[in-house]
């Protein structure tokens, strides 16, 4: 929901540095790995309740991942790039839930699973539409520049990041925090199924 109105926001400091690296011989591929490897350090930072830490790492897998876009663009954009960003990206977002559920089993691991559950739900709904609005040649909802097509829901890469800020900060608050925002998944994951069920027959019709 907030994604089309923060992308604008971040991109030109992100232009500023893509265009600092793009002669230094780093790639896209080698951000994207670097900044996944920072992120995966939540896990054993939130497993020792180290929230402050965990925090840095999540912002700097946020930053490194817009970055890693930004310096592909310059440097020309390829399939695999872009697969291995989505891919990772899904993988660090399951990461840092699962890092709360290992610093507080008994109070934080139900409320987890449920999460992790309802990103499925909001991560199929995604990508399903993206394999089959390529097939029938949807044009990009809401980014030209991304590898995927978009289907737009009020629990966005925005609004997640800004939910793992606020459970960092407020550690304590995370089971509560988690049924809430599950349930705004599952609102985004139905949303996602109409409109894209409802396009996808328009095209295929």
């Not at 954009?77 to 709360?100: E, K, M, N, Q, R």
């Not at 290992?102 to 699973?113: G, V």
Request: a neutral charge; one cysteine or more.
């Amino acid at each position: 929901m907030l994604d089309k109105y923060a992308h604008p926001l971040v991109q030109k400091p992100l232009n500023i540095l893509a265009k600092l690296l793009t002669n230094t011989g780093i790639t896209a591929n080698q951000i994207t790995l670097f900044g996944f490897a920072i992120g995966m350090l939540c896990i054993p930072l939130l497993a020792f309740e180290q929230y402050g830490w965990a925090l840095t790492a999540i912002a700097m897998n946020r930053i490194l991942d817009g970055l890693d876009g930004t310096l592909a663009r310059l440097q020309g954009p390829t399939d695999h790039g872009g697969y291995l960003d989505i891919v990772l990206d899904f993988i660090f977002y399951s990461a840092v839930i699962f890092g709360f559920a290992l610093a507080n089993p008994q109070q934080n691991a139900l409320a987890s699973a449920f999460l992790i559950f309802s990103f499925i739900g909001t991560g199929c709904s995604f990508l399903a539409f993206a394999i089959l609005a390529q097939k029938h040649k949807i044009n990009r909802v809401q980014f030209s520049n991304k590898s995927i097509h978009y289907l737009e829901g009020i629990t966005e890469g925005t609004e997640t990041i800004a939910f793992y800020f606020l459970i960092c900060l407020f550690p304590n608050w995370f089971s509560i925090a988690a049924w809430l925002f599950g349930g705004l998944c599952w609102v985004t994951t139905m949303v996602r199924i109409w409109g894209g069920f409802h396009t996808i027959r328009q095209k295929a019709d």
